[in-house]
C-alpha cells in the first residue's frame, strides 16, 4: 500500500531554499503547510489521500489524521457530541484527564461510572453499570482496552445506546493495533479515538480520530479543526499513515502470550500489555530492571506494565524474562495509587 505522505516528502528532497517556517531553516521532513504538501484543515492532496487510505483501514466513514495525541481526539469527539445537544455524558471515574478536562471546556456534565478496585486494579464497569448511567445521560464514553489491558463491554454498551438512541464513543488510546480483530473500537462505537504512537509505530503524539456515519462526519470535523495545531508535523503525519498501515505481527503476538504463562502475568484481554505482580518488590524491581537498561511502561506501586508493540523484538521479550527470573515477587496489594492518570477521583 502507498504511503501517501512519506513519498511526498521522499520526493521534494532537491535544495529548496526557506523563506518559510520552522525557524530552523533546514530542508528534510520537518516543512510546513507549502504549495505541495497539502494542508491538514482543508486536505485535497496527500493528507486526503492518507486519510482516506487510514479511515478504509480502520472501518471509518471519516478518519482525521491528528499530530497533537488522542487528547486532541477526545476533544473533538466531546464537541462533536456538544454540537448534537449533548449535555451529559457518562464515563467511567478513572477515564483520562482529557475527558474530564473536555467536559469542564465544553460545559458537558460528568455522569461518573464506578468502577471496583480489584486486587489494586480498576475494573471495567459492568453492564448493569453501563445501562444506568445511560439511563441518566445523554451519551456514553468507555475506554477500551484501558491502561492496564482490558477491554470495556463494548457489545453491550453498543446495544444499550442504541436502545436509547444516545451516542457512544470510546477512547481508544491504547487499542489502535486492535483494527485487525473483532475488538476493535470502530466495530462498536459512533466516533472513536486510536492512540497510534501508543501501540503502533507512530511517533509521540501521533493518532486519529474517526467516525462511524455520515451524521458525525460534520460536527467531528469542527472539532478537530477547533482542538487541533494549525502548524501540523509532517514526520508526525506521516508516521501515523504509515503506523496504520504497519502490518500484524502474528509472531510478537505468540511470543507475548507466551510469555504472560510463563512469567505469570495478570490475564488481560490485550497482548501489548504484560502485566506483572511485584506488590511491595515493585520499586525494587523497576530500579533493577532500569539498572540493566530494561524501562517498563508505569509502576503503580504493585504492578509493573511492560507495553508492547508489533515493533518488540523477540529477543527484547527475552532479555525481560531473564531479568524477571532473578526478581522477587510480592504479593501485598498498596491502597491508594490508583486510577494512575486520572484526575477525577
Ligand atoms: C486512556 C487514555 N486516553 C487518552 C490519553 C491521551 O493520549 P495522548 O497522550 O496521546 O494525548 C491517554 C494517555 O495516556 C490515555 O491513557
Redesign the pocket.
Known sequence: MRLHIREMLDGQRTPHISFHTPGHKRSGDDITELSYSDSLLSPTGVISAAERDVAGILHARRSFLLTD???CG?FSMLFALKERRVRSLAFPVSS?R?VYRACRVLGIEPVLIPQEGRAGIPQQPTREAVAAAVERADALLL?SP??YGFLAPMSAAKEICRTHAKPFVI?G??GSHLHFTDMYAGNFADMWVD?V?KSLPAMT?G?VVSCKTEEWEAPLSEGAKTFRTTSPSYPIMASVEEAVKWPRNPLIEGAAEAFKREYGAVGNDDWTKILILFGEHADGAQRTLEERGVYPEFNDGNYLLFYLSPCTKESELKRLGEILKGLPRGTRIAAGRIPI?SEGV
Request: charged share 10%; hydrophobic share 20%.
Open positions: 495525541g488522542s487528547t477526545v483520562h482529557s475506554t484501558d491502561y477512547d488510546a491504547h492512540g504512537h503524539q493518532a492518570y
